[in-house]
């Protein structure tokens, strides 16, 4: 019985496996498809990619930092103060470099932040100039024939 069941399933898996141009020239075709894609991707990548990175090495610069309130961070200070952990102090002196710290890097975050928005204007809008000169030509002439 088992016998019987292999041989069934090779017969199928034989059948199923017909050497064929047909598959051969799909393969070819598809390849085919893809290079002649590739060249216009490039371009679009090339275009952006400097964006693109920068906007990557933000992203990573978020997902390194942390965000922690004042307040919180005083509050566990003031527990190792209660606790004898710590003097009071220290709990304080750690609290303002700690929120030093934190500002400076918030603030080269919205630097940063910033100089990618100032970035992707200037390329949206020298993207987008041809089209908004056409059209105003366009707003031109018609203006012109309704007068």
Avoid: Y
Avoid at 18 to 44: E, F, I, N, Y
Avoid at 91 to 116: H, N, S, Y
Wanted: zero cysteines.
């Amino acid at each position: 019985m088992a016998d019987k069941k292999a041989s069934k399933s090779k017969k199928a898996k034989a059948g199923s496996k017909k050497p064929g141009a047909r598959k051969t020239g799909a393969k070819k075709a598809s390849a085919k498809k893809r290079s002649a894609k590739r060249p216009a991707a490039k371009r679009v990548a090339g275009a952006t990619s400097g964006l693109d990175k920068s906007v990557a090495q933000f992203r990573d610069s978020l997902e390194q930092s942390v965000t922690i309130g004042h307040d919180r961070i005083q509050g566990v200070l003031d527990d190792a103060v209660k606790r004898g952990r710590m003097t009071r102090g220290d709990a304080e002196k750690t609290v303002k470099e700690l929120v030093k710290k934190g500002r400076k890097q918030t603030d080269a975050l919205l630097k940063e932040l910033e100089r990618l928005v100032k970035q992707a204007r200037k390329e949206v809008n020298s993207k987008t100039k041809p089209a908004r000169n056409q059209a105003t030509k366009a707003a031109q002439r018609a203006r012109k024939k309704l007068r």
